[in-house]
């Protein structure tokens, strides 16, 4: 969070909704392992970013994370495993690991919902001048019934 208030990014994250159904009995994993993975919150950890990020007036964006790792960070066509952790684009012939494309995929759709762009584009946060007139909001509660009610008071006598 300090990283992104001081370059002035936004944070992108992807939704970890069903996640506990990738650790489920049959899934071919043991108990201990199970046990593990879904006794960690999840939505805690990005509870937390969010929090954080709100407090220090930095943007979070929720980005589906359907076929992040999957499409070509490059050219976004479907790549291929060409070892454990590493995808192949046949389009354009990239070699990446496949945490760092899901991760660039994941950036390139947080700049998509971002209405400013990446820092140094063409629009620029625009603030308000410091003269500026401020028009407040009044409520008209107890106050202004408490004044007609003796200028009523007042015309009778």
């Known amino acids: 969070v300090d990283q992104a208030k001081t370059r002035r990014y936004g944070i992108v994250m992807e939704r970890l909704t069903g996640i506990r159904r990738l ?20 939505g805690e950890l990005q509870r937390q970013i969010e929090y954080k990020a709100r407090w220090e ?3 979070v964006i ?13 050219w976004g066509y479907k790549t291929l495993e060409s070892t454990q952790r590493q995808l192949w684009c046949p389009n354009c012939g990239t070699i990446l690991d496949r945490d760092e494309n899901a991760a660039r995929n994941l950036a390139a759709g ?6 400013n762009g990446p820092p140094g584009e063409a629009m620029v946060e625009e603030r308000e001048p410091e003269n500026a007139t401020l028009i407040l909001k009044v409520d008209g509660g107890k106050l202004s019934q408490q004044t007609s009610d003796k200028n009523c008071q007042t015309k009778k006598t």
Do not use: D
């Open 57 to 59: 007036g930095v943007k």
């Open 23 to 42: 650790y489920q009995k049959g899934n071919g994993q043991s108990r201990n392992y199970r046990a593990r993975m879904n006794s960690w919150s999840y």
């Open 110 to 115: 947080g700049l998509r919902f971002s209405p």
């Open 62 to 74: 929720y980005v589906p994370a359907r076929n992040t790792s999957k499409r070509c960070s490059v």
